[in-house]
């Protein structure tokens, strides 16, 4: 009976403590994150190098296009079939090449993004344990915190351990 009436008062004294928990607003944290803007400038920068580098080729394939047309006037239909099929298939093939070249810009700056998504998800959850959390919800556009006091709000801790990180 006296070990029944302990484990009773134990139980009530785990139910009476009360859950640690905070948010995290997502998309604030990733838009403060500094490594994040770095990674979304360079990409931008390589995306526009590549959107030049794409109009340069582009432009002149059309002038080789264009005088291609002027010297098939000069030639036999035959030889001008030829000629224009030979120029069709350089240009499917730079399309293909540039449309590969793109792709692989855009997988790389995806796997850069998720690495980082993965970081900030080790961060809170480190964050989380080292500072006794029960619950860190993730809130912003989707999250599932629709409200929450300012006191639960762990945004700015976060946001400045992983900033202090990145710049180490």
Known sequence: M???GLAFVVLMMVSCQQAK????DNVKLMDDFQEKIDVEAKYKTKLEAFNKKKDSISQAFQIEAQAFQMEAQKMS???????YAIIQQKGQF????LQ???????LEGQT????IVNKVKKEIKAFGKSNAYTYILGGGDGGSV???TEANDLTSEITKILNDKYTK
């Not at 239909?77 to 000629?83: F, G, P, R, S």
């Not at 730079?94 to 090449?97: F, N, S, T, V």
């Not at 590969?100 to 855009?106: D, F, H």
């Not at 850069?112 to 690495?115: A, L, N, T, W, Y």
Request: glycine letters at 10%; proline letters at 0%.
């Open 77 to 83: 239909q035959k030889k001008a079939q030829e000629e």
């Open 2 to 4: 006296k070990k029944l």
């Open 100 to 106: 590969q070249e793109e792709q692989l810009l855009q």
């Open 21 to 24: 928990i905070g948010y995290v």
């Open 94 to 97: 730079m399309g293909q090449q």
């Open 112 to 115: 850069e993004m998720d690495s």
């Open 146 to 148: 629709l409200y929450g």
